[in-house]
């Protein structure tokens, strides 16, 4: 399947990582019928986060999308382990949380890097509906976290 999702993310350069285990009492994703729910996945590699602290105070906003780009990558990882990237039919929703610092407003522009890079993946079925939202904080002081809705076969 040389036109799938694996060998889309090696063509824009990217591997999947292991699976990040949760930090506290859940599973990182879990199927119901046809869809899979990714909990919400930090911009973490190999259990460490990239990045602390808030956006718009330390974090710049591009950081910070490229931070949304590897929770989406780890959100893959998640989907991959579980039921299999080439079993997705469409990416139906993305959440994405900004740790925002106070005043900071562009807070979809850094979901971007994620939403960005599940239409690189997969094309029209990465097209999604999305939540966007600044919050005080998140886990770990994660600048970052992003969560999926995707309907497989």
Known sequence: MSNGPHAKLAE??????EV?????????AVQSGQLVYVSGQLPS???KL???GKVGAGVSAEQAKDLAQRCALNALAAIDSLVGLENVVKIVKVGGFVAAAPGFTAVPGVINGASDLFTAVFGEAGRHARSA???AELPLDAPVEVEVI????
């Open 12 to 17: 824009l350069g990217h591997t999947l990582p």
């Open 45 to 47: 590699v190999e259990g």
């Open 150 to 153: 995707v309907e497989v076969s």
């Open 133 to 135: 939202v600044g919050v």
């Open 50 to 52: 990239l990045a602390t």
């Open 20 to 28: 990040v285990p949760p930090v506290a009492s859940y599973v990182p």
